[in-house]
């Protein structure tokens, strides 16, 4: 699974940073470019809670190769693009179905224990992450080639064809578990050492989980699963989650805030060259890269508690970002650079983790991609937020995410007992 992950961000960093150069060759208006990027995101923020609770009804399997194979075929249209139009109608099925990655997460979370899982997610994140930094040096490179931008699609295409074939071949055993769960009792939370179609062990979905995948009617099955899915949406709206998710925003605008205007305001502050903004944000990724693989001694040393491994790398994060926001030489922002690229690393891994304890099982699809809009939602109202902050200072961003920093540490604080209680926060309908 880290492979796809590797290869998934890969094939997506090369094609990404091209796009903008691309629809204006085919004559399109800055405004024009905006609003198709405008439409992806909006495809993400709504599609991709739809996507995750789908993977739960379905199965890991047959949902992770319909996303990876309908995002090849989204890459494949964009490499045939000639117009504005093709270039909009390529990117729904990518706006749509790109949430592979999520999905493998969900994976790897039925997979794994509770202890182990922070630990797991932490190396697949670094393995995707990898893939992100060698990305663009490749598609910098086809980018001096003529028709750069159509190989570089036809490559990403390829290679998300390539993963599909390797989620194919991974040792799949999928098997009805339903006389297992009535013979454990619907209190059951144990996690499987298997893929199965269906890793919920909470009584209340089995019976839709089984008629969406053993009905003989297509439309029935697909009936069946989407009223599955909008149940199951239903119940994390209703549940006790809403200050992990609110968390999850306010650390995610944070740090968008951080990096919004960061190559500007240096510039402005200390007259850094853009050459030199690149290479402290190369460093700063491969930095956060690394910490992906340093997690296990750091969950060690805290004896795996995530709350606390999380509550201490938000304030260490707040921390370093007013740090940066004071910074009087060019140097203490690369310091500050080099424990920020750890410690948001480690904190995006406890929340996906966090969010996983609290939401219990039953749902780990569906939990990870409300988590995945919550970021989507992240990404529209900081550069708002950016764009009035800037009105004051350079450093109006990263300041304005320092208020909003604390404003999450104080909800952890507030949270504590929960958080640390012996027991998880299941849904209220459980």
């Known amino acids: ?33 905006g609003i198709i990027g405008s439409i992806y995101g909006v495809m993400q923020l ?8 789908w993977s739960d009804i379905v199965g890991r399997r047959y949902s992770l190769l319909a996303c990876v194979l309908l995002s090849a075929l989204g890459y494949l249209l964009l490499g ?46 670094a393995a995707s992450s990898v893939g992100f930094i060698l990305g663009p040096v490749v598609g910098g ?18 290679i998300f064809i390539l993963n599909a074939g390797l989620v194919w071949m991974l040792p799949w055993r999928e098997e009805n578990t339903s006389s297992s769960d009535r013979a454990q009792g619907t209190g059951s939370s144990k996690v499987t050492e298997n893929f199965s179609i269906k890793t919920n062990h909470d009584l209340r979905f089995q019976p839709v989980a089984t008629r969406s995948v053993a009905s003989d009617s297509p439309f029935l099955s697909s ?3 989407t009223a599955a899915m909008l149940k199951r949406i239903k119940d994390i709206a209703c549940s006790d989650l809403w200050d992990i998710f609110l968390i999850r925003l306010l650390m995610s605008v944070t740090i968008l805030l951080y990096y919004s205007n960061f190559g500007l305001a240096l510039e402005e502050r200390f007259g850094v060259k853009p050459k030199f903004t690149g290479y402290l944000i190369s460093y700063s990724s491969t930095l956060g890269a690394l910490a992906g693989f340093v997690l296990e001694p750091i969950t060690k040393l805290y004896q795996h508690n995530t709350y606390t491994l999380l509550l201490h790398s938000s304030i260490l994060t707040c921390s370093l970002i007013l740090l940066y926001t004071s910074a009087l030489n060019i ?59 800037q009105e004051f200072s350079p450093c109006g961003p990263p300041g304005l995410g320092v208020a909003l920093a604390l404003v ?23």
Not at 21 to 26: E, G, P, R, Y
Not at 141 to 155: A, D, P, V
Request: aromatic share 10%; with cysteine; net charge positive.
């Open 1 to 33: 699974l880290f492979l796809p992950a590797f290869q998934d961000l890969f094939g997506v960093s090369m094609v990404v940073p091209l796009l903008n150069l691309h629809i204006k060759s085919l004559g399109a208006s800055p405004t024009v470019a």
């Open 46 to 53: 709504f599609s991709s809670t739809f996507v995750g609770c």
């Open 80 to 125: 045939t693009s000639t117009t504005v139009l093709l270039f909009a109608i390529s990117r729904v099925p990518v706006g749509i179905f790109k949430h592979t990655l999520s999905i493998c997460k969900a994976l790897l979370s039925d997979l794994v224990s509770e202890r182990d899982r922070p630990l797991v997610i932490g190396r697949f994140n």
């Open 141 to 158: 490179y086809f980018t001096e080639l003529e028709g750069g931008f159509y190989k570089s699609s036809f490559i990403c295409a390829s």
């Open 223 to 225: 009936w069946t699963q």
């Open 331 to 389: 140097w203490t922002v690369v310091l500050s650079s080099t424990f920020l690229a750890f410690s948001t690393t480690v904190g995006r891994t406890c929340i996906t983790d966090l969010e996983l304890s609290l939401g219990g099982n039953q749902a780990s699809g569906a939990l990870l991609g409300v988590g995945q809009s919550v970021t989507s939602v992240a990404r529209i109202v900081a550069p708002l937020l950016s764009g009035i902050a």
């Open 408 to 430: 999450a540490i104080l909800i952890m604080n507030l949270n504590k007992p929960r958080y640390c209680g012996s027991g998880n926060v299941k849904l209220k309908t459980q």
